[in-house]
């Protein structure tokens, strides 16, 4: 069984920031590409960043120059900073890792259950 759960997550003023962690545990081998979603009422859960396991990172466009995401392969973390949040960035912000189980050949994406962002203007 494979876990991911996010902490971080809260209240901050439009200016501020929040850094959210997610940590994946249970039976697993590799962890390919680890991520961040959001998605705010009334729209679809987008992409926010992600990381492969060498450390290459791809931003929304929303997102670049304010957050910064990381992750540390031994201890299957990865962590959002996200600086100068606009109101537009409140969401429910989901950690996501692609990663093969020991008892699985495939690679398959798992999801934690979020947590909640609110920016306040």
């Known amino acids: 069984q494979v876990q991911l759960v996010e902490s971080g997550g809260g209240l901050v003023q439009a200016g501020g920031s929040l850094r959210l962690s997610c940590a994946a545990s249970?039976?697993?081998?590799?962890?390919?590409?680890m991520g961040w979603y959001r998605q705010a009422p009334g729209k679809q859960r987008e992409l926010v960043a992600s990381?492969?396991?060498?450390?290459?990172?791809n931003y929304a466009d929303s997102v670049k120059g304010r957050f910064t995401i990381s992750r540390d392969n031994a201890k299957n973390t990865e962590d959002l900073q996200m600086n100068s949040l606009k109101p537009e960035d409140t969401a429910v912000y989901y950690c996501?890792?692609?990663?093969?189980?020991?008892?699985?050949?495939?690679?398959?994406?798992?999801w934690g259950k979020g947590t909640l962002v609110t920016v306040s203007s």
């Open positions: 996501n890792a692609v990663l093969r189980q020991y008892s699985s050949s495939l690679f398959r994406p798992y």
């Open positions: 249970g039976s697993i081998l590799s962890i390919n590409v």
């Open positions: 990381i492969s396991s060498g450390g290459t990172t």
